[in-house]
């Protein structure tokens, strides 16, 4: 059951369309919208890659989490997660906490379309088969997207609206 202090969560694999979907859907809503990875960024003053190239990997997710709970403590939000927002159990448990959580799914040919002219996606920088970068990291995360999601909205081939109409029929009211 969602109320009215309840957040909606974006979550999903890179090039699932969270910040997009999540930014037109606030505004439907009349919600405030955060994306947690701009606001690392904003706080840090360095971009995601930056932050990969000096704390590592690691170093990202515990800055990922600070900023989960950070975003979770407000209310009446629309929140755009980074795609290994799932990984850590911590954030599967603030996910669950009071927040409707909908999972983007996407095929793998859509999110290799939508992130091959990205220069800012450290996990597929280094990456010389994107497709089978993301195959592994969805065969990975896929299960964790679906443990923390009430609902999965499918992406692939469909248009912003369509998927912003999706999400509003699937909250509980």
């Known amino acids: 059951m969602i109320n009215k202090i309840a957040n909606i969560v974006l979550v999903g694999p890179m090039g699932s369309g969270k910040t997009s979907v999540g930014r037109r859907l606030a505004c439907v809503l009349k919600r405030d919208f955060f994306d947690s990875d701009f606001e690392i960024v904003a706080r840090t003053g360095v971009s995601i890659d930056h932050i990969f190239d000096v704390e590592g990997e690691e170093g990202f997710r515990q800055r990922e989490t600070s900023m989960l ?17 799932v990984i850590k159990a911590e954030n599967r448990a603030l996910l669950k906490n009071n927040s409707f959580v909908v999972y983007l799914a996407s ?48 992406t692939t081939g469909k248009k912003l609206y369509a998927i912003i109409n999706e999400i509003k029929k699937s909250i509980p009211q």
């Open 69 to 85: 709970s950070e975003l979770c403590d407000i209310s009446n939000i629309v929140i755009a997660t980074g795609g290994g927002i």
């Open 107 to 154: 095929s793998v040919e859509q999110l290799v379309m939508r992130t091959a002219r990205s220069k800012s996606r450290p996990l597929l920088e280094k990456s010389t088969n994107r497709e089978q970068t993301i195959r592994d990291i969805l065969e990975v995360r896929e299960p964790l997207y679906q443990e923390v999601a009430d609902v999965v909205i499918d």
